[in-house]
């Protein structure tokens, strides 16, 4: 196998045993960049140098015998809405084309305090906004599975990588489906923490109140590792909680007897595709048979969901990105003119049709005259929503549904056809518009070989059951091609 294709625990094992280096594994992953990287083109920017020189530095902490984190040498790539110190750091946007950012984000320094060899940047959805990665400002990228089809979005290239080989595994971040709908369509394992479990500073801001920073992975193990590094208070985001990090690596023991996992009736409408309904309720019999019992239940307001979030994430949108000026950050445009003509020249042309949409949606949302019929309606849908998570939640563990409403689509297929692009997030809207955690793994294939997802939610801070059932499920499920052939 070669090693740019395992997992973060099977090559520390082998780092620990001395078999393999750091710089052998980074190189690895570089070559395989360099190979299939134009086939599927994940990465806006590689960062080959200053990879090889931290593999080198992991490598001296290995012959030194100086090494605690199982993240010590191993490749990740990280999405390019992490700002990351002297690199390029775009957000999938021309007009963050030439940014480069004077210090890391607080997720990438946890990953390179833990020795993490980062090997560079991921195309997304510009701004985050999208659920194909056809919204990225440079190019499309593709999926590792069917390279007609879309990886999905908005972490698409850094499900993408992990599937393709291109990183062991990647950071992401999800403010309405963004780890776990890609994560679906690449056959990896994509978590969402809940909203305060990780620190949001240094990560280009979408929706402020949904935004949340999670891994992609080859398989719930390496969740745990990752979520770990990454987890816990930090005094620079005051959303990020005061709670203690449970050491969830350790706390995977499969064993799930007893638990109750609630399957919404919402999350399984009539005409839900069949290629994604199978594989999804055989992922549930699949934890029943591991001991746990399941039990169907209701949360009516899932159907406001969709529109709830696009009112709140377009409305905190437009206000996060009003900073993108021509004056502080990118790209400006038109010094002529005076400063009115340059602010429009700039954002008119720095930002794509999408990010225009919701930037308009969100501007009228807030306007003074329809403030209440939209913002203030949203939130209180919202609180809706959260209750009733908070009801099943003390009837059930977990609640387990498809990630993603279809298989990966083909490219082109939504672009004209902004709501039907927007649905597919209706399974992983609701997650965020309530703070919950909840994780996508893969369950199964269509008959035309694409990778289906399912997902796991669980109540806030309690990651270390959802990882667990997951694990437990990954047990029964067996193996999965989580590094695609290309
Ligand atoms: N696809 C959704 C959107 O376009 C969610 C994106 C995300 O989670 N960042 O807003």
Same mark, same amino acid.
């Given at each position: 196998?070669?090693?740019?294709?395992?997992? %973060?625990?099977?090559?520390?094992?082998?780092?620990?045993?001395? #078999?393999?280096?750091?710089?052998?594994?980074?190189?690895?992953?570089?070559?395989?960049?360099?190979?299939?990287?134009?086939?599927?083109?994940?990465?806006?920017?590689?960062?080959?140098?200053?990879?090889?020189?931290?593999?080198?530095?992991?490598?001296?902490?290995? +012959?030194?015998?100086?090494?605690?984190?199982?993240?010590?040498?191993?490749?990740?790539? %990280?999405?390019?809405?992490?700002?990351? !110190?002297?690199?390029?750091? *775009?957000?999938?946007?021309?007009?963050?084309?030439?940014?480069?950012?004077?210090?890391?984000?607080?997720?990438?320094? +946890?990953?390179?305090?833990?020795?993490?060899?980062?090997?560079?940047?991921?195309?997304?959805?510009?701004?985050?906004?999208?659920?194909?990665?056809?919204?990225?400002?440079?190019?499309?990228?593709?999926?590792?599975?069917?390279?007609?089809?879309?990886?999905?979005?908005?972490?698409?290239?850094?499900?993408?990588?992990?599937?393709?080989?291109?990183? %062991?595994? #990647?950071? &992401?971040?999800?403010?309405? &489906?963004?780890?776990?709908?890609?994560?679906?369509?690449?056959?990896?394992?994509?978590?969402?923490?809940?909203?305060?479990? =990780?620190?949001?500073?240094? =990560?280009?801001?979408?929706?402020?109140?949904?935004?949340?920073?999670?891994?992609?992975?080859?398989?719930?193990?390496?969740?745990?590792?990752?979520?770990?590094?990454?987890?816990?208070?930090?005094?620079?985001?005051?959303?990020?909680? +005061?709670?203690?990090?449970?050491?969830?690596?350790?706390?995977?023991?499969?064993?799930?007897? &007893?638990?109750?996992?609630?399957?919404?009736?919402?999350?399984?409408?009539?005409?839900?595709?069949?290629?994604?309904?199978?594989?999804?309720?055989?992922?549930?019999?699949?934890?029943?048979?591991?001991?746990?019992?399941?039990?169907?239940?209701?949360?009516?307001?899932?159907?406001?969901?969709?529109?709830?979030?696009? %009112?709140?994430?377009?409305?905190?949108?437009?206000?996060?990105?009003?900073?993108?000026? &021509?004056?502080?950050?990118?790209?400006?445009?038109?010094?002529?003119?005076?400063?009115?003509?340059?602010?429009?020249? *700039?954002?008119?042309?720095?930002?794509?049709? !999408?990010?225009?949409?919701?930037?308009?949606?969100?501007?009228?949302?807030?306007?003074?005259?329809?403030?209440?019929?939209?913002?203030?309606?949203?939130?209180?849908?919202?609180?809706?929503?959260?209750?009733?998570?908070? !009801?099943?939640?003390?009837?059930?563990?977990?609640?387990?549904?498809?990630?993603?409403? *279809?298989?990966?689509?083909?490219?082109?297929?939504?672009?004209?056809?902004?709501? +039907?692009?927007?649905?597919?997030?209706?399974?992983?809207?609701? =997650?965020?518009?309530?703070?919950?955690?909840?994780?996508?793994?893969?369950?199964?294939?269509?008959?035309?070989?694409?990778? =289906?997802?399912?997902?796991?939610?669980?109540?806030?801070?309690?990651?270390?059951?959802?990882?667990?059932?997951?694990?437990?499920?990954?047990?029964?499920?067996?193996?999965?091609?989580?590094?695609?052939?290309?």
């Amino acid at each position: 196998m070669p090693l740019y294709s395992e997992t %973060i625990h099977s090559l520390h094992e082998k780092l620990r045993e001395g #078999t393999v280096t750091s710089t052998m594994i980074t190189q690895s992953v570089l070559d395989r960049i360099s190979e299939v990287d134009g086939k599927v083109r994940c990465y806006l920017t590689v960062t080959r140098e200053a990879a090889l020189e931290a593999a080198g530095q992991s490598d001296e902490r290995f +012959r030194k015998g100086d090494v605690s984190s199982p993240l010590d040498g191993i490749p990740l790539g %990280i999405k390019d809405i992490f700002l990351t !110190e002297g690199v390029r750091t *775009t957000a999938g946007s021309r007009i963050l084309e030439n940014f480069v950012p004077p210090y890391d984000g607080t997720p990438v320094s +946890r990953l390179k305090k833990a020795g993490a060899v980062i090997t560079g940047k991921l195309n997304m959805d510009e701004f985050a906004m999208g659920s194909s990665n056809e919204n990225s400002g440079f190019f499309p990228t593709l999926n590792p599975w069917d390279k007609a089809r879309v990886p999905g979005g908005s972490s698409g290239g850094s499900a993408a990588a992990v599937a393709a080989g291109e990183a %062991i595994a #990647t950071l &992401g971040t999800d403010t309405g &489906g963004s780890i776990r709908q890609p994560a679906s369509h690449c056959g990896v394992v994509g978590l969402k923490p809940t909203y305060g479990r =990780v620190s949001r500073y240094g =990560v280009i801001a979408f929706a402020s109140s949904l935004d949340q920073v999670g891994p992609l992975t080859r398989d719930v193990r390496d969740c745990a590792i990752m979520l770990k590094a990454i987890a816990g208070h930090d005094p620079a985001d005051s959303t990020s909680a +005061r709670v203690p990090v449970p050491d969830y690596p350790s706390l995977l023991t499969g064993d799930i007897s &007893g638990m109750k996992i609630g399957l919404p009736v919402e999350y399984f409408p009539e005409g839900l595709d069949p290629e994604v309904e199978a594989p999804v309720r055989k992922a549930a019999e699949a934890l029943e048979k591991r001991g746990a019992s399941l039990v169907s239940v209701s949360l009516p307001s899932t159907r406001y969901a969709v529109a709830t979030y696009y %009112i709140i994430a377009p409305a905190e949108a437009s206000s996060n990105l009003a900073r993108y000026d &021509g004056v502080k950050y990118g790209v400006r445009l038109s010094d002529q003119g005076g400063l009115l003509e340059m602010y429009r020249q *700039t954002r008119s042309k720095g930002f794509g049709p !999408e990010v225009k949409r919701r930037i308009m949606l969100g501007t009228f949302a807030l306007s003074a005259g329809y403030y209440d019929a939209y913002y203030g309606k949203a939130q209180r849908v919202r609180t809706l929503i959260r209750r009733e998570f908070e !009801e099943v939640f003390s009837k059930v563990d977990l609640l387990l549904s498809p990630a993603s409403p *279809t298989p990966a689509f083909p490219l082109g297929d939504r672009v004209e056809d902004p709501l +039907r692009m927007y649905m597919c997030d209706m399974f992983t809207i609701p =997650v965020n518009i309530a703070g919950l955690a909840a994780v996508s793994l893969p369950c199964g294939l269509t008959p035309g070989n694409l990778p =289906v997802g399912v997902q796991l939610i669980g109540p806030a801070f309690r990651e270390e059951v959802l990882l667990n059932a997951a694990y437990a499920y990954e047990g029964e499920r067996g193996e999965f091609p989580n590094c695609k052939v290309l």
